[in-house]
């Protein structure tokens, strides 16, 4: 029986998130997603307004298929492949992409790559530049291919693509260090 004067806790300040009864881990489930979130904003943000004025043989970066197929080499196929769909979805509205067949290709990629490096690869570095090589290798061919196939584009411009490509992995070692810590939010959803 509680008495008139024994002791309460304080209440704490009521945040957004503790309205909607969510768990501790659910809440930092939903901190770490949209800071992923976060990440691909900051790199559509800067592919179109900075890094669009800068060009190489005629080829300038792609950063978002980059940023989409890193997260989700690095969470593994599970919340990735979400992940990579829902991303996808998101990169086509934002008017940058390529046409609406990157949606299927982003998604595929990230599935596959994923796989990849869940099967046959172990967690680090390497690997994760690896599959992400892979990906925007195959990403940029697609998109090659459906453009030759549409007539956007000539077989000349091939090398242009590659270059697209090579430039777009260079961001690859800055964005895991910052990608592998927002992933370490909530913990580990599975061990290898």
Do not use: H
């Amino acid at each position: 029986m509680a008495k008139k004067y024994d002791f309460k806790p304080d209440k704490g300040p009521k945040l957004l998130l503790n309205r909607l009864y969510l768990t501790k881990k659910q809440r930092l489930s939903v901190l770490k997603w949209a800071l992923y979130g976060l990440i691909l904003l900051l790199l559509s943000l800067l592919q179109d307004v900075l890094l669009v004025r800068f060009r190489l043989f005629g080829a300038t970066t792609e950063l978002v298929p980059v940023g989409i197929f890193l997260i989700c080499v690095l969470e593994g196929m599970e919340g990735g492949s979400v992940f990579s769909l829902v991303a996808a979805s998101v990169y086509l509205f934002s008017g940058t992409a390529a046409g609406t067949y990157c949606i299927v290709f982003i998604t595929a990629l990230s599935i596959f790559v994923a796989y990849l490096r869940q099967c046959y690869l172990q967690k680090g570095f390497v690997p994760a530049l690896l599959c992400t090589a892979v990906a925007m290798i195959l990403y940029e061919a697609g998109v090659f291919a459906i453009g030759l196939f549409l007539n956007l584009t000539t077989p000349g411009r091939l090398v242009g693509f590659a270059i697209t490509a090579v430039l777009s992995l260079l961001a690859v070692p800055v964005l895991y260090p910052i990608a592998v810590a927002v992933g370490k939010i909530g913990g580990e959803a599975w061990k290898d």
